[in-house]
């Protein structure tokens, strides 16, 4: 399901969550070409109808302030092949050595779709579709915290009753969603 303008306005209105004027286009368009991502078009669009503040909501205004937040998933992944010997099966045969492995790592982490922070270390693909699910990242740790955005932020802040486990189908999403 598309999320647009208009029902990211009424989503924001039901919602328990203080917000700011939406972002504009000028300020979603540096906000990608200062980080090299297309936010996903649900997440475009709730931006542009609001912007979530305080707590552990990025500040999107202040992109600089959100570049760790970027790093986190990847980062996570790569302490866990250097620390806890994690090697996803899909890149084949782990090499000998640590240092070769977080290279051989980064190097294949590449090609995974970027995610994107939403809350805390609730994040969204950065890929061109509608629909994709939130997905909660914790080194190779990877829930699946809402079937899409919607379904996820009502979850969370408007007193939804289903947990994460009962989510409906869920879009895939290439590396992020064989974690899970």
Not at 113 to 132: D, K, N, T
Request: aromatic share 10%; glycine share 10%; proline share 8%.
């Amino acid at each position: 399901m598309t999320l647009t303008l208009a029902a990211a306005e009424r989503l924001w209105e039901r919602l328990r969550v203080p917000v700011e004027g939406g972002l504009t286009a000028a300020e979603l368009r540096r906000v990608e070409q200062t980080f090299e991502f297309k936010f996903n078009p649900d997440h475009c669009s709730l931006l542009s109808a609001g912007l979530p503040v305080g707590g552990r909501w990025p500040n999107w205004r202040e992109p600089e302030s959100v570049r760790d937040r970027l790093d986190e998933p990847i980062d996570g992944v790569i302490f866990d092949v250097e620390e806890n010997g994690f090697w996803f099966k899909g890149w084949g045969a782990r090499p000998q050595g640590t240092a070769e492995a977080v290279r051989a790592a980064r190097r294949e982490l590449k090609r995974a779709p970027r995610l994107v922070p939403i809350y805390g270390h609730r994040f969204a693909p950065a890929l061109p579709q509608f629909g994709l699910p939130v997905l909660s990242v914790v080194q190779t740790d990877v829930v699946v915290y809402g079937q899409d955005l919607v379904d996820y932020l009502i979850r969370e802040f408007g007193g939804g009753t289903q947990t994460p486990d009962q989510a409906g189908p869920v879009q895939h999403v290439p590396f992020w969603s064989e974690l899970t």
